[in-house]
T-cell receptor, first 111, second 113 residues
Framework: SQQGEEDPQALSIQEGENATMNCSYKTSINNLQWYRQNSGRGLVHLILIRSNEREKHSGRLRVTLDTSKKSSSLLITASRAADTASYFCATARIRDDKIIFGKGTRLHILP | ETGVTQSPTHLIKTRGQQVTLRCSSQSGHNTVSWYQQALGQGPQFIFQYYREEENGRGNFPPRFSGLQFPNYSSELNVNALELDDSALYLC????????????FGQGTRLTVV
């Protein structure tokens, strides 16, 4: 079963706009990570946020974590065509240390 | 380029056969995890090896097994292949277990016919 659920499932925006994706999870976690996957190939690690952190930035990426709501968001600012990909959140559960991925958000940047 | 390499990149097998997939982890990493990703789905955790011992397993039957070698490279073995085993198999290496950044290989696309 999936621990994380990304929302929306698919998102199309114009190049230059900001893209926001959300992730909800069910159980207590040690950390939450966001990954990008291009065309069904390997995943690229974007950012890791620990359970005691509320916000992290990396370049054009901003991730927030709200452990009380069991949710996270990934914001990509000033989107580019190269950002077209699937984005996954992955949670590290406290109870058994397993990493659980959601089904992902498919982001398409329109020229 | 993550430094994690998987072989082969593509593979076609017949139902009932056995398959071995290989993964070379990134230099300095002592932990390898394996994931199965069906089309349109997120990766599903199969198991993890830390210093040559399995230290975490997902909801996969025993016919999915693995090994980690002294150089921290790893194998995933699947016996008695079923059609539903068709998927992209991803290997990820990290240092220190599940709570650290993982670096993924490009995956092996397995098709069972």
């Amino acid at each position: 079963s999936q621990q994380g659920e990304e929302d929306p499932q698919a998102l199309s925006i114009q190049e230059g706009e900001n893209a926001t994706m959300n992730c909800s999870y069910k159980t207590s976690i040690n950390n939450l990570q966001w990954y990008r996957q291009n065309s069904g190939r390997g995943l690229v690690h974007l950012i890791l946020i620990r359970s005691n952190e509320r916000e992290k930035h990396s370049g054009r990426l901003r991730v927030t974590l709200d452990t009380s709501k069991k949710s996270s968001s990934l914001l990509i600012t000033a989107s580019r065509a190269a950002d077209t990909a699937s984005y996954f959140c992955a949670t590290a559960r406290i109870r058994d240390d397993k990493i659980i991925f959601g089904k992902g958000t498919r982001l398409h940047i329109l020229p | 380029e993550t430094g994690v390499t998987q072989s082969p990149t593509h593979l076609i097998k017949t139902r009932g056969q056995q398959v071995t997939l290989r993964c070379s982890s990134q230099s300095g990493h002592n932990t390898v995890s394996w994931y199965q990703q069906a089309l349109g789905q997120g990766p599903q955790f199969i198991f993890q090896y830390y210093r040559e011992e399995e230290n975490g397993r997902g909801n996969f039957p025993p016919r999915f097994s693995g090994l980690q070698f002294p150089n921290y490279s790893s194998e995933l073995n699947v016996n008695a292949l079923e059609l539903d085993d068709s998927a992209l198999y991803l290997c990820a290496s990290s240092f220190g277990g599940l709570n650290t950044e993982a670096f993924f290989g490009q995956g092996t696309r397995l098709t069972v016919v």
